[in-house]
């Protein structure tokens, strides 16, 4: 066999994440770069809250809670009742494990270290082995969504507002002085065989990477870019997608979800990754002459995750 | 009776709460602004932890733990031993309920609001009223201890090693370049009628407050300025005090304490305060012109803080 596939995967909120374990339970074939969306990050507390990379981080060390499909299992909730018995903000949910992480990551920043770094210290310190987990910037990109209600940041519209006001616009703050994260650059200098964009929010998981500037560029060059569509029979996984493809006068359908993606970044894609309850849509995908691969792409247990994971590679490798 | 008599108290570590939480119980009679050292905050985790004043907001409202004499009581542990099991720096306890705290003042800071106000608002979060707590600088100070084995900051000789090294030196990083606490100078501009040095360590919890550029001359400038010995029939209360004087070639007795404050602050104070069971050394000094008042300066429980106190201002009138 030849050497493992160098493989960046874009990686925002819980879809990335669980597609994330699957490549990293496919390590001998594959040599990931795992790119998170740091659109959602926040700062509360007096900490950095980065929730996609951290689901990253927890879902790869097998420690993410399976039920919420966000922070970590096992958790207890002593700062947060404290907090709140002080009068603080206890709206976002902190738990004591997640805290201490948390404080890890704080340690880090103070003493001069990237976010980079402190992201590769974290996943080390979680037992994970094997590739890079790499914050898309070191730049600060903050996703606000604009609202009849005023303007919200993404975590006052998601956990705060539960997604219920209608959202007229995405502003990604920062978004256009941000650098592509030199990890990633030095990851694709040494050669990239593909880019996978899990199946994560186009307007808030993916677009805070995209767009920075130059990234889509440096993705382009690389080998096939796949995508995996996060719209499953009519329906977002997970999240707000369909509610916001509904609200920009879409239907949620994994072909307007193509649409959309090729719209918004136009020949980045190669390859569309549809679930087999779409069966219908890839079809008419494929008479349009689109290159679909249809499969079953939920991801409910690991086994599931690293068997996405390994079809995506197979075909790839037919890509290239 | 005539108004409140307003006092300046300076606290640095366990004694120096213990007297603040005495004066609490005296507000129809005092109106006093704690002055906290400030030499003993460390970065920490990515948290300002401020040890001496946290141990004034803790006794004052009534939760600090007082086995430990620093701390919450009913505190729990589940943030530390998960930063101890990633493999982070757990030596310095800081318990959940702690934490939170720490992150409500981080919250503060991170908004730009200043190490006092962020003091005032957790006073206010924990229920103090009647009286500031103003760390004595928002400039850093920071006490460094010179030992054979290197310089250590005040946590790590004070937590870290257990005061075992031998304190050659103790340097005070910034506290020339430190400034007055504002809240101190406009409190003392509407009239201070006394200054209570608590029974503290001189080079470790006043020193920090007391060199920093014009304060004794402030302080000075107010009523009579009591000073009230940490060291009770030849033994430090508590903390390394008489090892401290022992390793400067000095007797750990209240004499020995009198001398060296006198040395240190020249003419400063005007009352000294002894335990009861120092009687021979308040004759001694009282026979060397020394004006001394004796009593029992032990405070184990509240209704003790509070005599202390009364007793102090008691004396405090007949000066003025």
Redesign the interface.
Known sequence: MKSRLRAVLLAGGGGGARLARGFYGLLDQVEPLVLTNSGDDF?????LVCPDTDSVLYALSDVIDPERGWGRSDE?W??????E?????SWFQLG??D???H????????AGRSLAQVTTDLAE??GIKGLQIVPASEQSIRTILRTPEGDLDFQSYFVGRRCEPKVESVVLQGVTEAEPAPDLLSFMEKGCDCVILGPSNPYLSLAPILEISGIVEALASAGPVVAVSPIVDGAAIKGPLAKLMTERGLEATAISWVDEIKNMYPGLVDLWVLDSRDHDAAEVLQGRGERVFVCDTLMTDTRQKVALASQLVEEVKRFV
Chains 1, 2 share one sequence.
């Open positions: 700062e509360h507390l007096g900490l207890s002593s700062v947060l009742a404290e907090v018995r002080l009068g603080g903000p004591d494990r805290i201490a992480m404080l890890l990551r704080g340690d880090g920043l103070a310190r979680l």
